[in-house]
């Protein structure tokens, strides 16, 4: 949702969700649990919690993370919510206890990876292949990356993703005449 340049911005603006992903809090609670260097990477809304409730309860959070080696924290973000986001390792996600989210409610889960981890770009890699067979609309191999807090360490691309892709059919145009 935070993407500008993702298939989300036909649907609503990706600023203000961009905004809650910088959050210095959010960040903050993600550098506690992968150290200092925070790179953004992934964030979906959920009209309701159940569906990702039901993500995690099928081993699915982390699965399709193309970070190498896999460091990262998941936000989980109650829109409209006075209390504290929720902010877990993604690690030891399968075994948190989130029976306190409301399952009917919207949910905003944002996901942070460590900048010690090489985020790969290769779409052949096992978890992007993953990724793309179970959920043909994404592909995290063009996802662009947001460095939040400290530096790069793995020499992860930042470039890639910045802008709309170019339609295929705009290379195969006959020369004017």
């Known amino acids: ?16 969700f961009l905004d809650v992903c910088e959050d210095p809090a959010l960040v903050e609670a993600a550098a506690r649990l992968i150290g200092a260097d925070v790179v953004l990477w992934d964030s ?26 896999l460091a990262g924290a998941v936000a989980l973000v109650v829109p409209g919510s006075t209390s504290a986001p929720t902010t877990i390792d993604v690690a030891a996600i399968a075994a948190a206890d989130l029976s306190a989210i409301d399952a009917a409610a919207p949910l905003y889960v944002v996901r942070y990876m460590s900048a010690a981890s090489r985020f790969d770009r290769n779409p052949r890699a096992n978890a992007n292949w993953i990724a793309m067979e179970e959920q043909p609309l994404i592909n995290f191999a063009t996802r662009p990356l947001w460095l939040v807090s400290g530096e790069d360490r793995a020499g992860n691309d930042f470039t890639t993703g910045f802008a709309p ?8 145009q006959p020369e004017p005449h």
Do not use: C, I, K, Q
């Open 1 to 16: 949702m935070h993407n500008p340049w993702g298939h989300a911005a036909t649907l609503a603006s990706a600023w203000p």
């Open 44 to 69: 979906e809304l959920h009209l309701e919690a159940a569906s990702y409730l039901r993500f995690v309860d099928d081993g699915r959070e982390g699965r399709y993370w193309p970070a190498s080696p």
């Open 165 to 172: 892709a170019v339609p295929r059919w705009a290379a195969t």
